[in-house]
Nanobody, 114 residues
């Protein structure tokens, strides 16, 4: 079963940028890949998705600020986060889905604060 490892989280100032990475232990070519996040004290929520063909979709709260991309050679997806706001503070999780099931990463913390 594929395993996912997220990285790139940390502390950013409001208006700043961070790039998250999620690397898989095997090919993600057939997987639909998603980023979710869980703010402190809240439920996990959808952030962005990239399909097999590279088409992307975003939640309303991050559209226009975040960008998800997929590198099938490196078995990695990225989440470029720009114009960060304190409301973006959360643990960010990578998710890989295909018809056989889904896999989650362990999460990476993003804190946006001055």
């Amino acid at each position: 079963q594929v395993q996912l490892v997220e990285s790139g989280g940390g502390l950013a100032q409001p208006g700043g940028s961070l790039t998250l990475s999620c690397t898989a232990t095997e090919s993600i070519f057939t997987y639909v890949m998603r980023w979710y996040r869980q703010p402190p004290g809240k439920q996990r929520e959808f952030v962005a998705v990239v399909g097999n063909g590279g088409a992307a979709s975003y939640s309303n709260s991050v559209a226009g600020r975040f960008s998800i991309t997929k590198d099938n050679v490196k078995n990695t997806i990225y989440l470029q986060m720009n114009k960060l706001q304190p409301e973006d503070t959360a643990t960010y999780y990578c998710n890989a889905w295909e018809s056989r099931g889904e896999v989650w990463g362990q999460g990476t913390q993003v804190t946006v604060s001055s």
